[in-house]
């Protein structure tokens, strides 16, 4: 999957083989630690923004990780990798985008598109980036419309990515994401317009902004709802 970039990348070894320094991704859900707040602090610092611009920037890089690599496997190889909670560790960086890690995971076969959704669902919204947004929301008081939208956003960004470097699984990529973009808090977070480059099919709109426009050098993205029809 890291063909398609770094937020596709997960490493995995060996239950013991924890890497140094590596977070439970279950532990910064639930609250515990403070790698959460640092990573915050971190972004507001190389952005020059305020807390709600690095919040809302700190979840969509960190929800792009979680969603990049288990979208991917279920729409190109028909797998959905256990990439829980309890499984996965993050990896802090200050140089860049975090990273996962992972004990060497097992899968469960999603040969059709709604199964690869619904199970999508269930780890990604549910399991993952529900409690995310709401650890952030503990820390900064930004909305959840704003964080809703970056999982959208991301969703939809990653149905790009993977048609780029996967063109024949375009079909099970869009219907999936479609499923997904209708399911729970993301619906109603956008609308699917006519495809712009590099999209096929049909390209996203959000109607909300992830606040990056505020941030030093910032500006807005291609999906973002102040964006000119």
Known sequence: MARAGPFFAVSTGPAGAVP????????VLAGRGDALVRRIAHVRTVLGSDDRVAASVTFQGLAALLV????????????????????????????????????????????DPADAAAG??????????????????????VSGKVLHGNTASTVAATRRLVVAQWPA??????????????TGVLAGTGERIAARAPDRGWSFRRRSCCLYYRARDGGLCGDCVLVPR
């Open 120 to 141: 999508l669902a269930d780890l990604l919204l549910d399991q993952h980036l529900g409690p995310l947004a709401a650890a952030v929301r503990q820390r900064v008081a």
């Open 20 to 27: 140094d320094g590596a977070q439970p991704v279950a532990d």
């Open 68 to 111: 990049a690599a288990p979208f991917a496997a279920a729409v190109v190889h028909g797998v959905l990798p256990a990439l829980t909670p309890s499984a996965l560790h993050w990896i802090p960086r200050t140089d860049g985008p975090w990273a996962l890690w992972c004990a060497d995971p097992d899968g469960r076969a999603v040969p």
């Open 169 to 182: 699984a375009h079909g099970r990529a869009t219907e999936v994401a479609e499923r997904l973009l209708d």
